[in-house]
């Protein structure tokens, strides 16, 4: 009988330990965990420094994706008016964020780590069609880091043209 | 004789009232201290700390719909949430929250008190019987085979406090351990208090002895078939049932209002509302670590353990106060 007794009595000193400990309830949305460093969130195109994209339209994400998410458009890029340091540039770029499962292996197929997936998770719409991004939502025009490799890209002086 | 009468009604209203105000602070606070023990904060969203949770929950409830089952009695199932309520709170009628604080202090204070408690059984076996439902009856009715039980146990726990204090009057019991810190009935009836505070767990119905309303067992017991308001009575009349049990086990064993010589200078009421607090925060820290009984051993537990533990009280009471007193 004594031994049930210690053992009630275990169990309410262990509960009231417990209610003067700090609680790790995290008051969402005052205040938001961080994610890890490489949380899948919301995909992004990045942009060179100079202002070009870094997407040279080459689908490869398209191809990659489980789900198929990812629509890739390419065109060819005018040289008085790149947009990207290469030939060509996705033209039109559409995610279909209701259907991606976020598994990261468009990010692993791009050649130029252009697309990223950032760490935003509040990925909730109104309607649908604002769960569809395009390339407006997409392209991240804020400073990151990578400058155009010139071992990649030579000059784009135009097409040549090929005498018959 | 108007004038008295109105001023009657005028304290019982506040009386009431204030009660009701208590019901809903201790609805927010068992919400947040269980939270707290478990690990996690309660209520924070509607006000700062949770404080306007209460009003939240009031409002939900006043504006559900009102459903009344096809096959039920219709009298009886309107009435029980009334009968467990009322009951309850005329309880508060002969308590005394400090010295002559007391609405009404009868020479048998306490047989007023266990009576008018006991009627609140009525409730919960009415309303579980009226609904007519298999999950209703079978709570009900282990509810009111639990209650009717544990009722035995406290009445005899408490003989052993009169015959301590030689009065049943509460106000006299209270003055009768007016001793000091050792002069309290905790400590000369050991036994008992804890006859005392485990029936007290079983009447109001909370865990361990809890099944009555084991919400994964039997949906709701007694209370499933209410909705909205009929449902808010019923809960408010639990609560304050065990408001009423907390100032019982404060005044009978705790010392009531009485404190040490050092400590004087609070008011008694404020003394007897932080002792009930803290039997109320006991109560809470038993809910949320032990798990429930199971009903075989819930009653056997009453009748095999806890009623010859309090006869043995008794008897060894009876004989100090016929040799010492």
């Known amino acids: 009988m004594f031994e049930g007794i210690a053992g009630v009595a275990k169990g309410l000193g262990t509960t009231l330990k417990v209610f003067f400990r700090k609680k790790n309830t995290i008051t969402y949305p005052a205040h938001k965990k961080q994610r890890s460093a490489r949380y899948h969130g919301r995909h992004e195109l990045r942009t060179y420094e100079n202002g070009l994209e870094m997407c040279v339209g080459c689908e490869l994400c398209q191809v990659a994706c489980p789900a198929n998410v990812i629509t890739v458009l390419a065109a060819e890029n005018d040289p008085n008016n790149p947009h990207s340091p290469g030939e060509r540039y996705g033209y039109k770029y559409q995610v279909d964020l209701l259907r991606c499962i976020f598994c990261g292996m468009c990010e692993d197929a791009c050649p130029t780590d252009c697309l990223h997936l950032t760490q935003d998770f509040e990925l909730a719409t109104w309607t649908r069609e604002e769960s569809i991004l395009q390339k407006d939502r997409l392209v991240n025009r804020k400073p990151s880091g990578f400058k155009v490799p010139m071992n990649v890209y030579p000059p784009f002086e135009g097409r040549k043209v090929v005498k018959a | ?325």
């Open chain 2, 1 to 325: 004789m108007l004038t008295t009468l109105l001023w009657i009604i005028t304290k019982a209203l506040i009386l009431a009232i204030a009660i009701i105000g208590a019901c809903a602070v201790e609805l927010l606070i068992e919400r947040k201290v269980l939270g707290y023990f478990q690990y996690r904060l309660g209520p924070v969203r509607v006000g700062p700390w949770g404080v306007l949770q209460p009003i939240a929950d009031v409002v939900k409830m006043l504006f559900k719909e009102d459903i009344i089952n096809r096959e039920a009695d219709k009298i009886i199932f309107k009435l029980a949430p009334m009968i467990a309520f009322f009951t309850a709170l005329s309880a508060w009628v002969v308590i005394p929250w400090g010295p002559g604080y007391a609405m009404s202090d009868p020479n048998a204070g306490l047989l007023v008190f266990l009576a008018i408690g006991s009627l609140g059984i009525y409730g919960v076996t009415l309303g579980g019987w009226a609904s007519q439902t298999k999950y209703t009856l079978l709570g009900s009715m282990r509810a009111t085979a639990q209650m009717i039980s544990y009722e035995l146990a406290m009445g005899m726990a408490v003989i052993g406090v009169i015959l301590m204090a030689g009065s049943v009057s509460i106000t006299k019991i209270v003055e009768a351990q007016a001793v000091g810190i050792y002069g309290y009935n905790w400590l000369w009836q050991l036994p008992g208090f804890f006859v005392f505070f485990m029936a007290a767990l079983a009447e109001t119905a909370r865990t361990p002895f809890d099944l009555p309303e084991a919400e994964t067992e039997l949906v709701g017991g007694y209370n499933t078939e209410y909705a909205g308001m009929r449902f808010g009575l019923f809960f408010l009349g639990e609560i304050v049932h065990l408001l009423n049990m907390s100032a019982m086990i404060t005044l009978l064993y705790l010392g009531g209002w009485n404190t040490l010589p050092f400590l004087s200078f609070i008011p008694p009421v404020v003394t007897f509302f932080l002792k009930v607090c803290f039997v109320i925060f006991v109560f809470m820290w038993i809910r949320v670590t032990w798990p429930r009984m199971r009903y075989d051993r819930l009653m056997s537990f009453g009748w095999k353990v806890l009623l010859p533990l309090a006869a043995v009280n008794l008897l060894g009471t009876a004989i100090y106060v016929a040799m010492f007193a």
